[in-house]
């Protein structure tokens, strides 16, 4: 019986190899997302080079590696910087990937700009690393630049957290949060059978003055014990 051969590594990123350019509050004992969203340039460095040399080792087919990148940054973040990274001879092998692990970035173009929204692909809340769906918001003006905004979030059901430095975990923060960039959690519970779709609204402003910019719908559906996102679940006003 002919062998599936797979090459394995798993990953560990002491905090010695990066500094951190927004590093948790001095005496926190854990890392958050946004600590590893700090890293997430230099991970995805990394990513890139050993992406080109699976590619030339015939490892990873070209048509299967924009799918392994964003298994490998998700798994990245659901870990806490923990992340096992598999170049696999196996052909879909990418089969294998959990949707909970799987990064998702979504995107939508408003009258004057463009919301970004960095999330995962499925949050099942008794099956999930983090403590909910993360969700990273940035906007970018005509030109793709970076603009300054601020972003109020409210949902059809379940609840927001925000991350505690000085707790080191997210706290509940009620069925609304702010956030001026960085990541905000959605936590619910697992959804009853005939639980509705949730619908997530960001409304974004400018920083400086809070003009009101565009107002967004982020839809959730209920799959099984959990919730999953699609690839248009991002829409604005």
Known sequence: MKKKLFFSVCLSLPLALFPLSAPAEEGSPLLSVDDLIALEDSYEAFLNELGDLAVQRGLLSEEDRAAWHDAQLGDYFQNGGYGSILISYMPGALGYTREEDTLLNLSA?????????????????????????????????????????????????????????????????????????????????????????????????????????????????????????????????
């Open 109 to 237: 173009a408003f009258d004057g700009g463009r919301l970004e929204l960095m999330t995962m692909r499925r949050y099942t809340p008794g099956d999930s690393t983090l403590s909910g769906l993360m969700l990273t918001p940035s906007v970018l003006d005509e030109s793709g630049a970076p603009m300054d905004a601020h972003y109020v979030l409210s949902a059809t059901s379940g609840v927001f957290m925000k991350w505690d430095a000085l707790l080191g975990t997210y706290v509940t923060v009620g069925a609304t949060a702010e956030s001026d960039g960085e990541t905000i959690v959605w936590s619910d519970q697992t959804p009853a059978a005939d639980a509705k779709d949730p619908v997530l609204t960001l409304l974004i402003s400018r920083a400086d003055d809070q003009t009101v910019l565009t107002e967004a719908k982020l839809l959730l559906y209920v799959d099984g014990a959990g919730y999953k996102l699609g690839d248009d679940a991002l829409s604005v006003n």
